[in-house]
């Protein structure tokens, strides 16, 4: 899966603050698949909960 396709992108715009967890790079959303990968800010989402360490494409 790609990580422009994963909801963490849908949800949250800030795609260059994310980071893969295999590799430990940022994660570039149109064209580096990555299978794991967590936000590098501090989020919340609508319903207040935190995004931070949240996996999405598994």
């Given at each position: 899966m790609l990580?422009?396709?994963c909801l963490h992108f849908k949800?949250?715009?800030?795609i260059e603050?994310?980071?893969c967890e295999k590799?430990?790079?940022?994660?570039?959303a149109n064209n580096r698949p990555c299978d794991s990968f967590v936000s590098k800010l501090h989020m919340t989402d609508e319903w207040g909960d935190s995004a931070n360490g949240f996996k999405c494409c598994n």
């Open positions: 990580c422009k396709d949800q949250w715009k800030k603050a994310s980071m590799t430990k790079q940022p994660v570039e």
